[in-house]
């Protein structure tokens, strides 16, 4: 009996041992790798997630952006409608139309222009002011105009920075 009381132990309960050792070390192996890919699964999805969060605010940025550019201008136009219309109330500017030599104004007879100027003081086609309350009304169909304009160019440029 060999001393403290261990047993030789067979070649074959040795294989097993070594076999056991062996499915241990390529079973924690596999448990590595395993959790090696779950990991990286994690950080590319992880990595994909922060991706889509930086797409997102550059895209908030981008229409915030956007937004500004289009306040900015329709503060403008209305702002230069407001100084027009103010400039037709005080008589301070007048709006007339050119009239055609050969048009009768639809069947309404308009009368005619005054006779010409000197020479070297107006040279142009004849003209006919209109009546300032025609005007206010024609600026106010302008402005209605520019602010649809100003809207329109606001959605195209949201729908432009969407598709991007």
Do not use: K
């Not at 992880?46 to 930086?54: D, I």
């Not at 009368?111 to 206010?136: E, I, K, S, Y």
Request: glycine residues 8%.
């Amino acid at each position: 009996m060999p001393a403290f009381g261990l047993m030789p132990l067979s070649s074959r309960a040795m294989a097993v041992v070594v076999l056991l050792a062996v499915v241990a070390g390529v079973a924690g192996t596999l448990a590595w790798q395993v959790q090696a890919w779950r990991f990286g699964r994690q950080l590319a999805e992880q990595a994909r997630l922060h991706g889509e969060a930086l797409s997102q605010l550059n895209l908030e940025q981008q229409l915030q952006a956007s937004d500004q550019t289009h306040y900015r201008a329709l503060n403008d136009a209305q702002r230069d409608q407001g100084r027009l219309r103010d400039r037709l109330a005080t008589a301070d500017l007048r709006l007339s139309v050119l009239l055609a030599a050969d048009d009768s104004a639809g069947g309404c007879p308009v009368p005619a222009p005054p006779p010409p100027p000197p020479p070297g003081v107006v040279h142009g086609a004849p003209r006919a002011r209109l009546d300032p309350a025609h005007a206010q009304r024609i600026i106010g169909i302008t402005d209605a105009g520019d602010q649809g304009l100003i809207a329109l160019q606001a959605c195209q440029a949201y729908v432009r920075a969407l598709n991007r």
